[in-house]
């Protein structure tokens, strides 16, 4: 059984840091992309960072500068180390890894909340 774990996510104020973090079980990822997405209420869910499997990486214009996505193959997981925190960075992120077809992620964690106030 695959499973996506997050963890990382809380209540923190504008500005600070925040490191989010994916355990992966049950699945190798290694060969595919993988990355963070989040929800913010009344919205529909983004793509924030990803990271392909020879490193390439993307990031969402509004986070460009204060995220950073990493990996780690042998552990298999990945983390989004978020820095300068603002109040519309508050929604639930869920860590995320494609599977058979390229840019299709077909595996999700439950999703952990962050809370950013001013």
């Known amino acids: 059984q695959v499973r996506l774990v997050e963890s990382g996510g809380g209540l923190v104020q504008a500005g600070d840091s925040l490191r989010l973090s994916c355990a992966a079980s049950g699945r190798d990822f290694a060969s595919v992309a993988v990355g963070w997405f989040r929800q913010a209420p009344g919205k529909k869910r983004e793509l924030v960072a990803s990271i392909g499997s020879g490193g390439s990486r993307y990031y969402e214009e509004s986070v460009k500068g204060r995220i950073t996505i990493s990996r780690n193959n042998a552990e298999n997981t990945w983390n989004l180390q978020m820095s300068s925190l603002k109040p519309e960075d508050t929604a639930v992120y869920y860590c995320?890894?494609?599977?058979?077809?390229?840019?299709?992620?077909?595996?999700w964690g439950q999703g952990t909340q962050v809370t950013v106030s001013s």
């Open positions: 995320a890894a494609e599977g058979v077809i390229a840019g299709y992620y077909d595996f």
